[in-house]
């Protein structure tokens, strides 16, 4: 990722540009349709021109990556992790309880449902999101799978994606379609099947 | 569903041009980038008139949905049913191998692409694709699972829904996301670890 601020010096002015400028997206994402969250308009949030967003962003959606990459960086510095308490189960139920949460909240589904648009319109915007967003994901989750596979609680043959998938594919599929209720009896359920579902 | 030809009789007028406009915007979306695939290239596609069109469905994101709930009701009459050998990962893994075969075909990814884009823009537009095409889909994997209910291979507590999405969504997901190849193994994969997930 960019980034202008090096030996924790002061964030230089392109710094403070991209970061007013990602922070607006997020907010308009969270306000308005999304068809009128335009450069034009994140732009006139941000206090910046549209030719300095154009310069960093060819379009929307790969601001829009970056934005929701931005954000989840700023949720794993609070402590994104996946808890450790050997109880696995439990562990993801926690996580998947707090993904529900998020996903309740009208700003980040409206934010999120952006993102899933832009990845499904345009193949390179999707590399983008798996690169900056899922992938990142998978890599917090890797680690208490790693734990888990030593402990003997998860096939050798199942994969950090794969088992990244049996745990979130079935909320992110809920979400989507809304097949059902979402809330924490379902993350709860969830956690538990892709346990059993991942176990040697 | 609407339909003007009851007890056989051949159908009507209107049933044909619904037909056709169904059939033009499948053929579109398979043709086009989905933004070309306006109300008027399908009116133009399927000789009917604009007004016609938009008499039956408000937008754009409505008549695609029937479109799909057409092509599918078409693909039950040739034998969609989930097979029953007694295998139920068997079963299922022939099911999902078919789905990644549908889902490599490009105008079968590109039609569902457009259909998530809709379903994701429009919570209305949603509930009609939860209504014709999602819970279709649930319907035919429920005798299915009612079978594996009476053998003892699926716990109670599982309903047909939560079954469904153990074993739809991580395919749903990576073809979404493209977190890894999307081939027969993963298909195979799937329904073992939702076997395992489900079990009692």
């Known amino acids: 990722m960019e980034n202008d601020s090096r030996d924790g010096a002061p964030p230089g002015r392109s710094e403070r540009a991209r970061t007013a400028t990602l922070e607006a997206a997020l907010a308009l994402a969270a306000e308005l349709p999304y068809p009128q969250v335009t450069i034009e308009a994140i732009a006139a949030r941000a206090g910046v021109g549209k030719a300095?967003?154009?310069?960093?962003?060819?379009?929307?959606?790969?601001?829009?990556?970056?934005?929701?990459?931005?954000?989840?960086?700023?949720?794993?510095?609070?402590?994104?992790?996946?808890?450790?308490?050997?109880?696995?189960?439990?562990?993801?139920?926690?996580?998947?309880?707090?993904?529900?949460?998020?996903?309740?909240?009208?700003?980040?589904?409206a934010l999120l449902r952006a993102l899933c648009v832009e990845a499904l319109v345009d193949t390179a915007t999707r590399a983008r999101v798996?690169?900056?967003?899922?992938?990142?994901?998978?890599?917090?989750?890797?680690?208490?799978?790693?734990?888990a596979r030593s402990a003997g609680r998860i096939?050798?043959?199942?994969?950090?994606?794969?088992?990244?998938?049996?745990?979130?594919?079935?909320v992110f599929h809920r979400w989507q379609l809304r097949t059902g209720p979402l809330d924490h009896a379902y993350a709860d359920a969830v956690a538990r099947r892709a346990c059993r579902a991942m176990a040697p």
Chains 1, 2 share one sequence.
């Open 52 to 109: 300095t967003i154009y310069r960093r962003w060819p379009h929307r959606g790969a601001l829009m990556v970056d934005a929701v990459a931005h954000r989840n960086d700023r949720a794993a510095t609070a402590g994104g992790a996946v808890p450790d308490t050997g109880d696995l189960a439990a562990d993801l139920a926690v996580v998947l309880r707090s993904v529900v949460d998020e996903l309740a909240r009208p700003e980040w589904d």
């Open 130 to 147: 798996l690169d900056l967003v899922v992938a990142p994901q998978i890599a917090l989750f890797a680690e208490r799978f790693a734990t």
């Open 155 to 170: 096939d050798d043959a199942v994969g950090d994606t794969e088992a990244f998938e049996l745990v979130v594919a079935p």
